[in-house]
């Protein structure tokens, strides 16, 4: 049976979006995948020292020794405690990238779709432009620019992930703005506000949770590509990229220092991509009803 058939079966009366995407695969191991990695994420920088014994930027012994449960890093700290503590800068500039660009895009993309006509036209031009240029060019372009810190990094992948946000809230508003009780609003002169918060906004959360998450997931992958490239976060940072960067010259003789950050943005990138692949087709069976 196909997730859109079990979705249809188990929706045989009104159910809010996460009941809808819960009696999906897709969003039961999505929703758990992203839970358990922000939870090791959060108490893991928080009680990183106490659980192994040494902070994240401690010298415990030699370079890529055996010491500890995971051993050292490159400099001589340690892995574990280093790999427990090393999401928490990723995350925070994933979500605030995320937020740029749904703050950006939404304005965009609501004045596109509900307005439409030559105002959607400029708007869409504009989006197509910045959609054409390679987002890691343009990143490593301004790092180039401003050196790679902090707010450069959270700024450019959230102005490169508006139009994204922006196109996928400009054809769910399409998609309802015509419809009856919508006309109806308008020819009553109810205010656009209140009909874009109260009567359009919950017809197309799904697809905007949908494509919030899908940008998160994006904005990790970015955040952690650049630091593995030596242009993203800094040492002597914890960070899963970093960590790549660092200790990749040792994977055959301490392959835990990498094994371990891969195998943490991999979990949490795969979980948010079920969760946003998961809400996006609960949202398509729930618009339907």
């Keep these: 049976m196909t997730a859109q058939e079990t979705l249809r079966q188990s929706a045989t009366r009104p159910r809010s979006l996460a009941r809808y995407v819960w009696a999906q695969p897709s969003g039961k191991i999505g929703a758990v995948l992203t839970a358990i990695m922000l939870v090791v994420t959060v108490l893991g920088y928080l009680f990183a020292e106490s659980l192994t014994g040494h902070s ?3 010298l ?3 370079p890529f020794e055996s010491t500890g449960a995971a051993g050292t890093d490159i400099q001589g700290r340690s892995v574990l405690s280093r790999a427990l503590a090393g999401g928490v800068t990723l995350l925070g500039y994933a979500i605030a990238a995320s937020a740029i660009g749904v703050v950006l895009g939404a304005v965009f993309g609501v004045i596109a779709g509900y307005f439409g006509g030559v105002i959607d036209w400029i708007i869409m031009r504009i989006n197509d432009v910045v959609l054409a240029l390679p987002t890691l060019v343009l990143a490593l372009f301004a790092i180039a620019i401003f050196e790679p810190t902090g707010w450069v990094i959270v700024v450019v992948i959230g102005v490169m992930q508006a139009p994204w946000i922006a196109r996928s809230l400009r ?3 399409q998609a309802v703005k015509d ?18 918060t109260r009567e359009m906004l919950p017809h197309i ?18 955040i952690a590509s650049l630091s593995f490239l030596g242009l993203g976060i800094q040492p002597p940072t914890a960070d899963w990229g970093v960590m790549l960067n660092e200790n990749l010259v040792a994977l055959s003789t301490q392959p835990w220092a990498v094994v371990l950050p891969a195998l943490a943005i991999a979990v949490l990138t795969i979980g948010t991509s079920l969760l946003a692949h998961a809400i996006d087709q609960a949202a398509s069976v729930r618009g339907t009803r």
């Design 56 to 58: 994240p930027t401690e």
């Design 60 to 62: 415990i012994g030699q």
């Design 171 to 173: 054809e769910a508003i």
């Design 179 to 196: 419809q009856n009780y919508l006309l109806a609003a308008r020819m009553y002169a109810v205010p656009h506000w209140t009909i874009l």
């Design 205 to 222: 959360s799904g697809r905007v949770l949908a494509a919030i998450c899908l940008r998160f997931t994006y904005s990790i992958g970015l």
